[in-house]
């Protein structure tokens, strides 16, 4: 079973920034194609980026194009999202998540695509 954990969380203020990380361990990180999904209150969880298990291919949505970077560190099984330019619609928790793929390059946009998942950083946006 993999294990799923996110951080970097917590209060920013409009304009600023953040980073949020997820490790993942009992496995072969790089064999997960990975994704950042977000859910605010009230509203369906959506999908935020996405980046291939090689870190080759990326695909965003496009409300975060420009303002959010995926990014991860095989080596150090970590995934990164980098969070600039943040909006108070930004404001929600934050979910990493794993599927295994085959190829170096193939993204999952669909969260039924994903096998695990982590509980969830909080992250909030005050105007």
């Known amino acids: 079973q993999v294990q799923v954990v996110e951080s970097g969380g917590g209060l920013v203020q409009a304009g600023g920034s953040a980073r949020l990380s997820c490790t993942a361990s009992?496995?072969?990180?790089?064999?997960?194609?990975m994704g950042w999904f977000r859910q605010a209150p009230g509203k369906e969880r959506e999908f935020v980026a996405a980046i291939s298990r090689s870190g080759g291919g990326t695909y965003y949505a496009d409300s975060v194009k420009g303002r959010l970077t995926i990014s991860r560190d095989n080596a150090k099984n970590t995934m990164y999202l980098q969070m600039n330019s943040l909006k108070p619609e930004d404001t929600a928790v934050y979910y990493c998540?794993?599927?295994?793929?085959?190829?170096?390059?193939?993204?999952?946009?669909?969260?039924?695509?994903?096998?695990?998942w982590g509980q969830g950083t909080q992250v909030t946006v005050s105007s």
């Open positions: 009992r496995g072969t990180f790089s064999s997960y194609a």
């Open positions: 998540a794993l599927g295994r793929d085959f190829n170096d390059y193939v993204v999952k946009l669909r969260a039924y695509e994903y096998t695990y």
